[in-house]
């Protein structure tokens, strides 16, 4: 959860969820699940204290079943250095 910022919106197929009140369980469920995730590459774009992230995916699940995706994030430097 150190990733995210308070305000943070994370849609996923189930719904839009926001803040780490909500995030944390649907991160959870996903280890929880025995779900195992490899990214296969990963692209940024950075400007200023903005960077646009995309992450190629494969999600395969506890039946052996894989989902590929794509995912993008916006990140923010923080003061400190670091990316929310």
Known sequence: MALY???TVFP???GTFRGPEQIRPVLQGNLDS???IE???QTAFETG???LVQNAWTLT???GEKVTGVSAEIA???S???WK
Do not use: V, Y
């Open 5 to 7: 910022e308070g305000d």
């Open 12 to 14: 996923n197929h189930h």
């Open 34 to 36: 025995g779900a195992m």
């Open 39 to 41: 990214f296969d590459r």
């Open 49 to 51: 204290d903005l960077a």
């Open 61 to 63: 699940n506890s039946g």
């Open 76 to 78: 923010k430097k923080q």
């Open 80 to 82: 400190d250095g670091t």
